[in-house]
């Protein structure tokens, strides 16, 4: 009898072992057949995953077979497709393991991301998600929909939703104590803090990200997102220097990976050059091995804006911005700075162009320097309230009027501090005299 059970097993075991050979062959075949014959491929993904044995080995195999078809629709720009799969794998979930489904429904959410105008689409497909968890009590994966629906409102520039979300994100998250999520929920409420200037709290937010990803394993990627949002953070304190090595990291962790964001990180290294009087350097980087990967426009326009700023040439700075601004505008980090980098830029012309006058017409200035008056009149006015430079406008004649710079005279000083003190003397007297009288 005993064998007899053996037998069965071992029979079951063969069954199984038949089945997954043949589910492994069709989904080979419709991989071969995924780009030159999609309409097959589709068929023989969909006979995978909606067949009805299961078992470890077969449920990765029907895994696989899914995010293929995901990837098939995401090509073909099937985005409803992609829904109705989301849809159609619920059951599905019963059988594997939380983190598993986590990975899948995240897999295909991103994938929508990648069809042009996908945006709106993903950010429904993550909201009906959320509410099939809540009905199904499925809390593991709605927190990590909700974490990735934040940092959707963060792409999309929905701040208020953003921070909304997050901070009844890690009320909840907190109390189950899933470090790996907080990390990525503290990443979302950093960045999203930065983006609004409210820089105190975007750095307690990043201080406990990293808190909390030195208690655990952290994978690479979300360590090289902590430290180009730490590279972020010391670039706004002007520490260029700090700022750079961890730009480094990150670039180094992107670029092994081949995650997209390594050239921005590589962009930000390059502006901390700029930025740092290192504009000389900016070329034999872009001429050597750690970027020739990259080449193209996003690292033209840096190489461009070097250039301008060594030169101290505002015009070319200018033209530069204007002929990359569809890449400047993608990248909020290199834009703001380099607002601050024309402002210097145009302060440092400006301060050229009027030292040989004593009196000069502000028309005459904004003709030299080819901008118009109002913006001239805004920035000298700027710089006189800054002292940096010293003089006054005369709005009445549009003129500016330049102040020569006296020596510093010690007698003034001096004269000023006996009075002091010869008042000082004659309070202490008055005080005396009171007294005795």
């Known amino acids: 009898e005993k064998m007899a059970h053996g037998g ?26 995924h780009t030159l014959k999609p309409k097959e491929a589709e068929a023989l993904y969909k006979s995978i995953f909606t067949d ?10 029907k895994e696989q077979s899914i995010c293929k078809l995901g990837e098939l629709y995401a090509d073909q720009q099937r985005v409803e497709d992609i829904q109705k799969l989301m849809v159609q794998i619920r059951p599905f979930f019963n059988s594997i393991p939380k983190a598993k489904t986590a990975k899948i429904v995240r897999t295909l959410i991103d994938l929508v991301a990648k069809v042009p105008g996908g945006q709106q689409a993903q950010l429904q497909l993550c909201i009906d998600t959320i509410e099939w ?42 109390k189950l104590d899933d470090k790996p999520l907080l990390v990525e929920i503290h990443l979302v409420e950093s960045r999203t803090y930065h983006q609004i200037r409210n820089l105190a709290r975007s750095k307690a937010a990043l201080t406990s990200a990293r808190t909390t990803a030195n208690a655990i394993y952290c994978p690479p990627l979300l360590q090289a997102l902590i430290d180009a949002q730490s590279g972020t953070l010391h670039a ?34 390059l502006l901390c050059k700029i930025m740092t009087d290192a504009a ?13 990967k990259f080449a193209g426009a996003e690292l033209d326009v840096m190489r461009e804006i070097a250039k301008s700023y060594q030169d101290r040439n505002l015009e070319k700075f200018i033209k530069a ?23 210097t830029l145009l302060q440092q012309n400006l301060c050229r162009l009027v030292e040989p006058f004593s009196t000069v017409q502000m028309s005459h200035v904004a003709k030299l320097i080819d901008l118009p008056v109002p913006v001239v009149e805004s920035t000298l006015s700027q710089m006189i309230l800054d002292k940096k430079f010293k003089g006054i ?13 006296t020596p510093d005279n010690s007698t003034y000083e001096t004269g000023i501090e006996v009075i002091e003190n010869m008042g000082k003397v004659v309070d202490s007297l008055y005080t005396r005299a009171a007294h005795l009288s």
């Open 280 to 292: 000389d350097e900016v070329p034999l980087m872009l001429d050597g091995k750690l970027a020739l």
């Open 133 to 174: 968890c809540k009905t199904e009590k499925r809390t593991f994966l709605r927190h990590r929909v909700q974490s990735k629906l934040a940092n959707m409102y963060f792409e999309a520039k929905d701040f208020t939703a953003a921070l909304a979300l997050v901070g009844e994100l890690l009320r909840e998250v907190k």
């Open 393 to 405: 406008l005369d709005a009445g004649q549009g003129a500016l009027i330049a102040y020569q710079d």
């Open 321 to 343: 911005q204007d002929k990359y601004k569809d890449q400047l505008e993608s990248d909020p980090v290199t834009k703001f700075h380099l607002k601050n980098l024309h402002d």
């Open 8 to 33: 069965h097993d071992v029979e079951m075991d063969e069954a199984t072992r038949t089945k997954l050979d043949e589910m492994i062959e069709t989904l080979d075949r419709a991989k071969t057949l």
């Open 236 to 269: 706004e304190e002007k520490d260029y220097k700090t700022a750079y090595s961890y730009f480094f990291e990150a670039f180094e962790a992107q670029k092994s990976a081949e995650h997209p964001g390594a050239i921005t990180n590589l962009k930000h290294m």
């Open 52 to 61: 009805a044995c299961e078992g470890e080995e077969l449920n990765k195999v």
